[in-house]
């Protein structure tokens, strides 16, 4: 069995930061796509932050120049270092990986529980 556990949520002020964490444990053979998404109250969840196997990120419009995803392959840990934050960054903020569990075998979708982000002062 996998699970990702995120970490690092919090109240900041406006203009402050937060570093979330995701790791990863259990059955991982090896992890392929690593995701940060967000939903806010009374809306769709939505895409934050990307970043490939092979290390190649992307961003949401919203969140380019201030958020930064990375990530620590020993450690199935994915990262999302969070600047000059807005109080509309305010939300739940999940992870998701996808995993592969053996050599050869198709990766599973996986999502971490989440992990709340008020942006406030």
């Known amino acids: 069995q996998v699970q990702l556990v995120e970490s690092g949520g919090g109240l900041v002020q406006p203009g402050g930061s937060l570093r979330l964490s995701c790791a990863g444990s259990?059955?991982?053979?090896?992890?392929?796509?690593m995701d940060w998404h967000r939903q806010a109250p009374g809306k769709q969840r939505e895409l934050v932050a990307g970043i490939s196997a092979g290390g190649s990120s992307n961003y949401a419009d919203s969140v380019k120049g201030r958020f930064t995803i990375s990530r620590d392959y020993a450690k199935n840990t994915v990262y999302l270092q969070m600047d000059s934050l807005k109080p509309e960054d305010t939300a739940v903020y999940y992870c998701?990986?996808?995993?592969?569990?053996?050599?050869?075998?198709?990766?599973?979708?996986?999502w971490g529980q989440g992990t709340q982000v008020t942006v406030s002062s």
């Open positions: 259990g059955n991982i053979f090896s992890i392929y796509a």
């Open positions: 998701r990986a996808e995993v592969q569990i053996a050599r050869g075998t198709i990766p599973i979708e996986t």
